[in-house]
């Protein structure tokens, strides 16, 4: 385990965390489309019967789809059904919470912008980010909360495979800092790797490199009785994220709030956490469900011009081969289960992002076997 780049600049004052340009740019497309749709109909009112008639044949088959809610925004991939029961049940109830709490937000950095001041008798709480890549997730984090915050990486990629529901497997080593796509954020962002590990660049950062399974324990035994006060977990993996949640369970507290990049992920972090709160008898509310971390990246490209540019290809990208593309690709199932399957609230809220919303935050209530009495 090494430890880099911490106790820099004191910056102890929150700044704004708002990073969501990406998306207002996105907003500003889609009311060009709407407007160019209008006009034509305006000019063609055939087109205007077709669409209503379209409209028409949608509401009607989505009175008789027997699939609402079997599929999981933004993936629309497996049948929950294949799932045992409890889970399932689980699943139900966790996609009832969030849609109540639905946020346009990166949820890791409205979180760390809403945590109160650190309090007297814990002056060593804990603020991990678990899974950095090249860095900004931490210390946008510890720009949104004005607190020391630790970054775990091996910063050599994923450390297994990463399957996707029944959709990709991303292979291990995925993430490497060595990749192309890495060293292009690494140029355009203005981060210069030291000792092949990236800085801290002026915040209150410190840098632990090594697998989670390696350095999380050691690195909590050094601040004995530290409790977590926040957990963002971007090690994306079903593995690393249930070994992270149990390597950690004594430092959770009432209050400790949790951040999952990829929750929306039924094999993954969302199992990971179902059988940890299962095991410990743990309560907790859902707090938000909003944007995943990692496109934050493109707010921090130094350049404007670049900047922009950025935002137009992941735009593009976005709606034309990501997950973006089953509102329009009719040949693939998941195009069915969206507009067919989906909650008409859910629609709204994917069209009005061009990225992925499968972030979720929650609260712990309740230590259940984890407090005083079970441990
Ligand atoms: C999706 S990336 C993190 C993205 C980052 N939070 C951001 O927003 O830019 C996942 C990271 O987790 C790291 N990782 C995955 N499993 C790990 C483990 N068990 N120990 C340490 N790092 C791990 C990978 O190296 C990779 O950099």
């Not at 907003?27 to 160019?36: E, R």
């Not at 049948?79 to 109540?100: A, K």
């Not at 972090?269 to 938000?288: D, N, V």
Request: with cysteine.
């Amino acid at each position: 385990m090494s430890v880099v780049d911490g106790h820099t600049a004191d910056r102890t004052r929150k700044r704004p965390v708002d990073r969501t340009t990406l998306h207002r740019v996105w907003h500003a497309l889609l009311a060009v489309i709407v407007l160019a749709i209008a006009t034509l109909c305006y000019f063609f009112p055939v087109l205007l019967a077709v669409l209503g008639g379209l409209a028409l044949l949608l509401g009607c088959a989505r009175l008789i789809y027997r699939g609402r809610d079997r599929y999981i925004p933004n993936l629309y991939a497996r049948d929950t059904r294949v799932y045992e029961d409890e889970y399932r049940g689980f699943i139900r109830q966790t996609m009832e919470s969030l849609r109540r709490c639905k946020t346009r937000d990166h949820v890791l950095l409205r979180e760390a912008a809403q945590l109160p001041p650190p309090s007297r008798e814990d002056p060593e709480e804990l603020l991990l980010d678990l899974g950095v890549w090249i860095g900004w997730s931490t210390r946008l984090a510890a720009d949104a909360s004005g607190r020391q915050v630790y970054g775990f990486d091996t910063f050599e990629g994923l450390v297994e495979d990463w399957q996707v529901d029944d959709q990709l497997v991303i292979k291990r080593g995925t993430f490497s800092l060595t990749e192309p796509l890495a060293q292009r954020f690494i140029a355009d962002t203005g981060v210069t790797l030291q000792d092949g590990l990236p800085p801290a660049l002026g915040r209150k950062v410190e840098f632990i490199k090594g697998m989670t399974y390696d350095t999380l324990a050691p690195f909590l035994a050094e601040r004995p009785d530290a409790p977590i006060t926040l957990f963002h977990m971007d090690l994306d993996t079903y593995e690393s994220c249930l070994h992270a949640l149990e390597t950690c369970k004594d430092r959770f507290v009432e209050g400790s709030v949790l951040v999952f990049d990829e929750y929306l992920v039924t094999n993954g972090e969302m199992r990971a956490f179902y059988e940890f709160q299962r095991k410990y008898g743990l309560q907790w509310r859902y707090r938000a469900w909003g944007l995943e971390i990692w496109e934050m990246n493109v707010e921090m490209v130094t350049s404007r011009w670049k900047r922009f540019a950025y935002y137009l290809i992941l735009i593009t990208g976005y709606w034309s081969l990501g997950d973006g593309r089953y509102v329009w690709a009719f040949f693939d199932k998941r195009f069915w289960r969206f507009w067919l399957g989906a909650p008409l609230g859910d629609i709204a809220f994917m069209l009005g992002a061009a990225g992925q919303r499968k972030s979720v935050s929650l609260e712990i209530t309740g230590l259940g076997a984890l407090g005083a009495d079970g441990r």
